[in-house]
């Protein structure tokens, strides 16, 4: 079974966490747009991974939690 934690923060720390989620996520997706079309509309640093897969992948974990934090804060 996983572990589970329950944190207990600020406010703003919480809403700290979800925008460094969202930048994480959003590095990941641009690697992911790069490796699969070459495509770099402005620069940015290309995570390091094996294909498109694995940051998109990466990227949609991110996006999960960072959906589940917006669940909670929701209830």
């Not at 460094?20 to 290309?46: H, M, N, Q, W």
């Not at 949609?60 to 804060?73: L, P």
């Amino acid at each position: 079974m996983e572990k589970i934690y329950e944190l207990r923060l600020k406010a703003v720390d919480v809403y700290q966490l979800l925008d460094a989620l969202d930048t994480r996520a959003e590095c990941y997706e641009k690697t992911a747009l790069y490796l699969d079309e070459g495509v770099l509309d402005e620069p940015f640093i290309i995570e390091e991974v094996t294909d498109a897969g694995e940051a998109r992948g990466i990227a949609e974990h991110f996006r999960a939690v960072q959906a589940e934090i917006q669940r909670q804060i929701a209830e």
